[in-house]
């Protein structure tokens, strides 16, 4: 699935993720998340992925650590994540 970030000076990077879990048996799940990040512009901010852990409570999940990060892929597990959604960031323009 495409998440894409806040519009800068009219363009817009994205992150595609993908994702899968199993209940642990805790009332929460465990699983993976991985994708590709695809931000080809040098000045609208660095791109992160946040990840909804409860109902209630944002977290930043991965960032691509530089500004242009057009294809970096990540893979990374998560564990007792009760709410799973996810948004797409740029530091200083915030999340869509």
Not at 12 to 35: K, L
């Amino acid at each position: 699935m495409d998440f894409s970030t806040p519009t800068v000076d009219g363009k817009a990077a994205s992150v595609n993720v993908c994702w899968n879990w199993v209940s642990n048996g805790q009332g929460a799940y465990d699983g993976r998340v991985w994708g590709k990040f695809y931000n080809p512009y040098t000045n609208n901010g660095k791109i992160y992925l946040q990840a909804r852990a409860e109902p209630d409570r944002w977290v930043s999940f991965v960032s691509a650590g530089t500004e242009v990060a057009n294809g970096k892929s990540f893979n990374k597990p998560y564990t007792n994540i009760k709410s799973l959604a996810f948004k797409a960031c740029l530091t200083g323009h915030g999340c869509r």
